[in-house]
């Protein structure tokens, strides 16, 4: 993406650096991280259900707080190539045509995104300034999500989180049917009435849209 090889530099240049942080704060909303092995990292039971911060969650946090890369340790880490097609157009950065061929044909919502930054940037329009506090369609999804959950569970208290990722409301209205489940259920759980969050198991069929 920079045009450095990887093994060129102990510690990365500014801009490498800037790009690593951007690439750490996706993992709370764009990527799901997976090992070597392909088994997921991101996220544990005890992050998801119980609200608590799991050790690559701290790791996260501390590398971009502190602005500090360890190399080995994010050779480990490693990302889905649609999930990083959508990172690129949410930033507005070309492909890189180390994992993208020149022919490359853009997924709908990577091309909805390229088309917004075509209209005058994401969140504005070529009459406005794009602000740096203005949010990216992810986050709105985000915000619009959790806001529907909310009300929700106030109507159906008993709904677990696995139903609720299943109501026509947060699949449509909230554009949930975007995004991958880990994802979802990561959003939702944190507006979890406390004692849904602890529930697992097989998910109860979601009571009908007109239910009172």
Same mark, same amino acid.
């Given at each position: 993406?920079h045009?450095i090889?990887?093994? %060129?530099?102990?510690?990365p240049p500014s801009?490498?650096?800037d790009?690593?942080? %951007?690439?750490?704060?996706g993992t !709370?909303?764009?990527f799901n991280?997976y090992d !070597?092995?392909?088994? @997921?990292?991101g996220?544990g039971? #005890? $992050?998801?259900f119980?609200?608590?911060p !799991?050790?690559?969650? +701290?790791r996260? /946090?501390?590398a971009i707080?502190?602005r500090?890369?360890?190399?080995?340790?994010?050779n480990s880490?490693f990302? /889905?190539q649609? /999930?990083?097609?959508i990172?690129?157009?949410?930033?507005?950065r070309?492909l890189?045509d180390? =994992?993208? &061929? &020149?022919?490359w044909q853009? &997924? @709908?919502?990577?091309q909805?995104?390229?088309d *917004? =930054?075509s209209?005058?940037?994401i969140?504005?329009?070529? $009459?406005e300034? #794009?602000s740096p506090l203005s949010?990216r369609p992810?986050?709105e999804?985000?915000?619009?999500?959790?806001?529907?959950?909310t009300?929700?569970?106030?109507?159906f208290p *008993?709904?677990?989180?696995a139903?609720?990722m299943k109501r026509p409301?947060?699949q449509? %209205?909230?554009?949930?049917k975007?995004?991958?489940?880990k994802?979802?259920r990561r959003w939702? *759980? &944190?507006?979890?009435?406390p004692?849904i969050?602890?529930k +697992?198991? +097989?998910p109860r069929?979601?009571?009908?849209?007109t /239910?009172?």
């Amino acid at each position: 993406m920079h045009g450095i090889p990887p093994d %060129e530099h102990e510690d990365p240049p500014s801009d490498v650096g800037d790009t690593l942080r %951007e690439l750490l704060v996706g993992t !709370s909303d764009v990527f799901n991280p997976y090992d !070597s092995g392909g088994n @997921p990292i991101g996220y544990g039971i #005890a $992050s998801v259900f119980l609200g608590r911060p !799991s050790k690559f969650e +701290r790791r996260v /946090e501390k590398a971009i707080n502190e602005r500090t890369y360890d190399k080995r340790w994010l050779n480990s880490v490693f990302i /889905e190539q649609d /999930e990083f097609e959508i990172w690129c157009a949410l930033h507005n950065r070309p492909l890189p045509d180390f =994992w993208f &061929s &020149s022919h490359w044909q853009l &997924s @709908p919502k990577a091309q909805f995104y390229r088309d *917004s =930054w075509s209209r005058g940037g994401i969140g504005g329009t070529k $009459s406005e300034k #794009a602000s740096p506090l203005s949010l990216r369609p992810v986050q709105e999804d985000r915000q619009r999500c959790e806001a529907l959950a909310t009300r929700l569970w106030k109507e159906f208290p *008993s709904l677990t989180i696995a139903a609720m990722m299943k109501r026509p409301e947060i699949q449509r %209205e909230g554009n949930g049917k975007l995004y991958k489940e880990k994802t979802l259920r990561r959003w939702l *759980s &944190s507006k979890a009435p406390p004692d849904i969050k602890g529930k +697992r198991g +097989r998910p109860r069929k979601a009571p009908d849209i007109t /239910e009172k």
